[in-house]
């Protein structure tokens, strides 16, 4: 089940993504969530803007993520190719599970299609896990853009 965090899920996001940092520093990606990110104070807003989303079983948050519709900055710029389209589309930021549950990544993306058949995701580089998953939810590699630290991401994007 998917539903929007709450302040109260704070300390179960932090630490899911304290797993995820974890889980990709032993996987030969440890700048891509360098130095905390995402900070709380990030994930406060998002919160407050009703756009962080956990997944939930059994009464436990195994994952996180944040989802918005609209235009996103991040993805003004493209290098290396080009979307899809400029149709409205919405944005998977920031998705993390606990490692104890399997699926998260499929039911986030089923949730996010069912509210708009236009997505966009990053990653980075040297997550080759994400990229796995991406591609096997059926989003196709666009491009490279750029995040607001200035480092690269693989840009992806859906459309039915």
């Known amino acids: 089940m998917i539903r929007l965090a709450t302040y109260e899920d704070l300390s179960t996001i932090l630490e899911i993504y304290a797993t995820a940092r974890k889980y990709m520093i032993a996987n030969g990606n440890p700048s891509q969530w360098a130095y905390g990110y995402p900070e709380r104070e990030l994930l406060m807003k998002d919160i407050e803007k009703e756009q962080l989303f956990v997944s939930v079983e059994n009464h436990k948050i195994h994952g996180v993520f944040a989802f918005i519709i609209g235009p996103d900055a991040t993805y003004s710029r493209i290098e290396n190719g080009s979307w899809k389209n400029e149709d409205l589309y919405g944005t998977i930021h920031r998705i993390a599970g606990d490692g104890a549950v399997k699926g998260v990544f499929s039911e986030c993306v089923d949730f996010c299609k069912k509210r708009i058949s236009n997505l966009r995701?990053?990653?980075?580089?040297?997550?080759?896990?994400?990229?796995?998953?991406?591609?096997?939810?059926?989003?196709?590699?666009?491009?490279?853009?750029?995040?607001?630290?200035?480092?690269?991401?693989?840009?992806?994007?859906?459309?039915?």
């Open 121 to 160: 995701i990053d990653t980075h580089r040297d997550n080759h896990t994400m990229q796995h998953l991406i591609e096997k939810a059926g989003f196709e590699k666009c491009g490279i853009i750029y995040v607001q630290n200035g480092t690269s991401r693989i840009a992806y994007q859906y459309t039915k």
